[in-house]
DNA sequence: TCCACTAACGCAAATTATTTGCTTTTATAC
DNA sequence: GTATAAAAGCAAATAATTTGCGTTAGTGGA
């Protein structure tokens, strides 16, 4: 009676689902967030309006899981030269993928719909991905600064910017590693 | 053809806005979010569904827009002691606030709505709040953080963790502010 | 004071979205 | 294979949204 969180891949279910999370990506993509209906979507992925509402139960919460889907990281951070310079420049990117207008859009998806399970996703995602740059430093000898110190005074700055004010720019990022960065391994 | 942004107070507009609004908030109080619907908070400030379809567009915009007057300060904080100790327990005391569930939700509901506005209004409230701190310890000599060390290293880390992650608690949010004091004048 | 003007409201019909009961399909386990 | 149950389809019923048009109520000028 209920749906399973995770469908057995191969099966019609998870067929559904990826058919409905494309056309969501395709509408968001290409026309006006105000015209992004459940019946339009259902209508593109070939599939009965009465199935998605059953399935997420409104807009928003399909729209938060898209963008949850989409946050997900892909695989690891790359690994160029220094934990400190692979973290600034993962960072960087980070930040200019959700202060673009999408990114944007996706960010408050998650934190519109009225379950937080989604937004809490993502805040893990963001907690493993970091984590592999301090075990990278770790390995390495090279001092780091802590999750919390991370998670606090370099992703939650920006975040609150793109969330309540204007976009934070390079300069400003950069500023954000350099200074939670420990015993003054600033450069630039 | 266009809805004023500030109606003329007395006026009929001013009335019906206030009728709404308040309507807004008693059920927001008293039922489930989900059942909160423009037909019946026409109905509750009696008034035509079509006049708030018309005036603020949808849903997600009301709500928007009754959170964000909610978040607007009433008055300049309480001063008791040092600028120090009176922005500990502002900040302290935002914090619960923010992170209760009504708190969450207002966040939640300025940063749905399709349109920006109310979400920079927010930021906009919350940066004078700050201000007059500033101000303060400045008549006074005391030494201060700058506007922007709180932002991001107070306000900031609170707000995303409420939003994507876990209330905050008291002691967490003493340590933020402890921490961004210049020259450590830490106690406690 | 009265009149013209217009923004904002009310009403109701038309449209569109959502819910729901019931049936059918399709993986899965036996 | 066959039984089972989760999930999809279909269609009728309900609820929300949009829209055209007439009405009301503040505003400003004679």
């Not at 969501?24 to 459940?38: F, K, N, P």
């Not at 770790?138 to 975040?159: K, N, Q, R, Y």
């Not at 910017?161 to 939670?180: E, H, M, N």
């Amino acid at each position: 009676m209920g749906y399973r969180e995770n469908p057995r891949p191969g099966g019609r279910s998870a067929r559904v689902q990826a058919a409905v999370h494309q056309s969501v990506r395709d509408m968001l993509a290409t026309m006006d967030r105000a015209d992004v209906t459940i019946p339009l979507i259902a209508q593109r992925a070939n599939v009965t309006p009465s199935t998605i509402y059953r399935r997420w139960g409104d807009l928003q919460a399909l729209l938060a899981d898209v963008a949850a889907s989409h946050l997900r990281p892909e695989g690891e951070p790359a690994s160029i030269g220094s934990a400190r310079e692979d973290l600034a420049a993962w960072v960087e990117q980070y930040a200019d993928e959700m202060a673009s207008g999408l990114g944007r859009q996706m960010l408050r998806d998650v934190l519109a719909a009225a379950d937080s399970a989604n937004a809490e996703k993502c805040g893990t995602y963001m907690r493993c991905q970091l984590s592999v740059f301090i075990a990278r430093a770790e390995a390495c000898g090279e001092p780091f600064p802590t999750l919390t110190e991370l998670m606090d005074h370099v992703i939650s700055p920006i975040i609150y910017r793109i969330l309540f004010d204007q976009a934070p720019d390079s300069d400003y990022v950069r500023g954000l590693v350099t200074k939670v960065m420990p015993e003054s391994t600033a450069r630039t």
